[in-house]
């Protein structure tokens, strides 16, 4: 791999307090234009784009490769807030960030060398990791052959890639095989350009919700790689680990985020748009002690996830720091913890917000429903029941979590 120097430019580097402050005043900006953003299905190119240059993608790059390498809570805050604002612009970066973590593990030090310059230099990873069809998401069938010389042949088709379609690169999951055995070789990943040959990104993600993270197809024909752009991934499971944990924390951020900006625009629609129920015998619906109520349940909710998100982050933040079985056991199953939540009042607050404002906020021209829709999308990502039931097995015998990607 070449190790030339990049090109000067290099995005902010970014202390944690003042990543906390971009991202609320990025947060507060596509805010304002989430609505019309999921209605008309607008991709947004130029919020993304505002990201990079921000230096917010460049936080967890190591403080020994130019970056601010800030803590997985700080991170989670920021992902948090944006998703506030708009949990598509929030979860494009999603896997830019779990593949920044995932060099920062299994790179060579050439390999970080140029990808991390590549990220301070205002660059995005994308993601093709899932395949549609398969057995169960964890059935990978994409490959790498050897193509003779240090090169090898990528080949396969990937679903709900998100990012794929504004990155730079794309970090592909796939089989490394030997010509006598195809299709059962060590997972390893292909950092592969978005344009390169052989390579197509299409749009045509159709969900209900999170209607413009663009999570497409990726497809991969003959694809040319060059061995130093290859990194393990099996390895990552061999021992004690937290980047199933990292992954997990992230996405709790989501939900939590879609939770509080459905709360806020539940609360702001009652002030100012509601009419009162006549038994309550009050002139504003604000003023109704049963809407009261329902808004005070629905803040302890938002409220409780928010704190299990802070407390499961430093738990990844702590096995980071001492990385053993128990740690790594430890902070999986903090994640799972906030995952379960967060995926119940994602769904509940923002489906309790019609309950609260009344028959006008499902009008569709108001689009308060993209709360719902974005949450109940999310949270499909991967069965929360499943926390659940690791949670318990823990609780009922000390059985340790699965040493997996998704806890």
Same mark, same amino acid.
Request: charged share 25%; no cysteine; glycine share 18%.
């Given at each position: 791999m070449s190790t030339d120097v990049l090109a000067s430019k290099t995005v902010p580097v970014l202390a944690a307090g003042a990543a906390v402050a971009v991202a609320t005043e990025i947060a507060a900006d596509v805010a304002a234009s989430s609505a019309e953003r999921d209605r008309d299905r607008i991709l947004p190119e130029a919020e993304v784009e505002r990201l990079s240059a921000s230096g917010l993608l460049a936080v967890t790059v190591p403080a020994s490769h130019g970056g601010a390498g800030l803590r997985v809570e700080s991170l989670a805050e920021i992902f948090r807030i944006l998703a506030a604002g708009d949990p598509s612009v929030a979860q494009i970066p999603h896997s830019h960030f779990v593949y920044v973590n995932a060099m920062r593990h299994q790179g060579t030090p050439a390999q970080q060398h140029? $990808? $991390?310059?590549?990220?301070?230099?205002?660059?995005? $990873?994308?993601?093709? #990791?899932?395949?549609?069809?398969?057995?169960? !998401?964890?059935?990978?069938r994409t490959s790498l052959t050897p193509? +003779?010389?240090?090169?090898?042949?990528?080949? +396969?088709?990937?679903?709900?890639?998100?990012?794929?379609? $504004?990155?730079d690169w794309i970090p592909v999951l796939a089989r490394q095989d030997t010509l006598a055995a195809p299709g059962t070789g060590p997972l390893h990943v292909a950092w592969v350009e978005r344009r390169a040959p052989g390579v197509r990104v299409t749009?045509?993600?159709? +969900?209900?919700? #999170?209607?413009?993270?663009?999570? +497409?197809? !990726?497809?991969?024909?003959?694809?040319?790689v060059a061995a130093d752009?290859?990194?393990?991934?099996h390895l990552t499971f061999e021992g004690p680990q937290t980047y199933g944990a990292f992954a997990q924390v992230l996405h709790a951020a989501l939900d939590v985020g879609i939770a509080r900006a459905a709360l806020h625009d539940a609360a702001d629609f009652v002030r100012t748009s509601s009419r009162p129920y006549p038994d309550a015998g009050v002139d504003r619906a604000a003023d109704d002690p049963l809407v009261v109520q329902a808004l005070g349940a629905m803040e302890i909710d938002v409220r409780a996830a928010e704190a299990l998100l802070r407390e499961a982050a430093r738990a990844v933040d702590a096995a980071d720091v001492d990385l053993t079985a128990d740690t790594a056991a430890t902070a999986s199953l903090a994640v799972a913890t906030v995952r379960a939540l967060s995926a119940r009042v994602a769904v509940d607050v923002s489906s309790r917000l019609f309950e609260v404002a009344g028959t006008r906020s499902a009008l569709d021209s108001l689009n308060l429903n993209r709360h719902w829709r974005n949450a109940r999308t999310h949270t499909l990502h991967d069965p929360a029941a499943w926390k659940v039931q690791h949670l318990g097995r823990f609780v009922v015998d000390g059985t340790p979590p699965p040493n997996h990607g998704q806890l």
């Open positions: 140029f $990808f $991390f310059g590549e990220v301070m230099a205002g660059k995005r $990873f994308g993601n093709a #990791q899932s395949e549609v069809g398969t057995r169960h !998401v964890r059935d990978i193509a +003779g010389r240090g090169r090898w042949t990528l080949n +396969g088709t990937k679903g709900y890639s998100t990012g794929a379609l $504004f990155a749009d045509d993600w159709g +969900g209900m919700g #999170q209607r413009t993270t663009a999570s +497409g197809t !990726v497809e991969l024909r003959e694809v040319d752009r290859i990194t393990p991934y």
